[in-house]
């Protein structure tokens, strides 16, 4: 496995050579890009680790920049805003961040959020490479090698988020699992994430293959459990 490539996006000069200096005193290598058309043509161009994305840029907004290549790259995004509010971050979450972290910042704790999601991601590689390939549960059909989804014969088109949710969830059939549970599985440790992405994805998640509440159940104060009938 080679050294983790990181693109840092951001129209402010300062704080990409900030957080590039950082993250290469960390062992990363990083790749810069400072407006959205330069984002997109570098994640075409470039086998990148993980991304970290500011909202505010010119061309294309980072938001903007997220929605177009969400369904197409796997790898970890984590959005930067000065926008504080929690629907500012419900939004950032919706359309595809895996994180969302508000400026003024810690340059600690976003690397610390960094070195964790890249540990969530090894963690998976791992684990998807040990367990059975297909989950048939109900009319929903999942093949956990190629991340394909069908329900009654129909592909249905997930985020990489969505997907591990849904065969984590699956996994723990009957079993309640919490926000916080849930997000330590998916993302790696709790301790600088925001579990309120958990409540994102389950609502995308839902839209998708769950309209009539048929697998996914809120246990109301506790988190979700997962009822469809495994076979």
């Not at 810069?32 to 086998?47: F, H, M, N, P, Q």
């Not at 929605?67 to 950032?92: C, F, M, T």
């Not at 961040?97 to 340059?107: E, L, M």
């Not at 994430?193 to 409540?199: E, L």
Request: glycine share 6%.
């Amino acid at each position: 496995m080679g050294v983790p490539k990181i693109l840092i996006a951001d129209d402010d000069h300062e704080i990409v050579n900030l957080l590039s200096d950082s993250l290469e005193d960390e062992g990363f290598e990083v790749v810069k890009a400072y407006d959205g058309k330069e984002v997109l043509r570098k994640l075409a161009e470039t086998d990148l680790s993980l991304v970290i994305l500011d909202v505010m840029m010119p061309e294309i907004d980072g938001l903007e920049v997220c929605r177009k290549v969400r369904n197409d790259i796997a790898i970890p995004i984590i959005i930067l805003s000065a926008k504080d509010r929690e629907i500012d971050k419900v939004i950032g979450l919706e359309v595809g961040a895996d994180d969302y972290i508000t400026k003024p910042f810690s340059i600690y704790e976003l690397v610390a959020r960094v070195n964790a999601h890249l540990r969530r991601e090894r963690r998976s590689s791992i684990f998807s490479s040990k367990i059975s390939n297909m989950l048939e549960i109900g009319n929903l059909s999942i093949n956990k090698e190629t991340f394909d989804v069908w329900v009654d014969g129909k592909k249905i088109d997930l985020s990489t988020r969505e997907f591990q949710i849904l065969v984590y969830l699956a996994e723990n059939h009957n079993r309640v699992l919490s926000r916080e549970k849930i997000y330590e599985a998916i993302w790696g440790d709790s301790t600088y994430g925001d579990i309120n992405t958990v409540t994102v994805h389950i609502k995308n998640l839902r839209s998708k293959i769950d309209q009539h509440n048929q697998y996914i159940r809120t246990v109301w104060g506790i988190g979700y459990k997962f009822t469809g009938g495994l076979q």
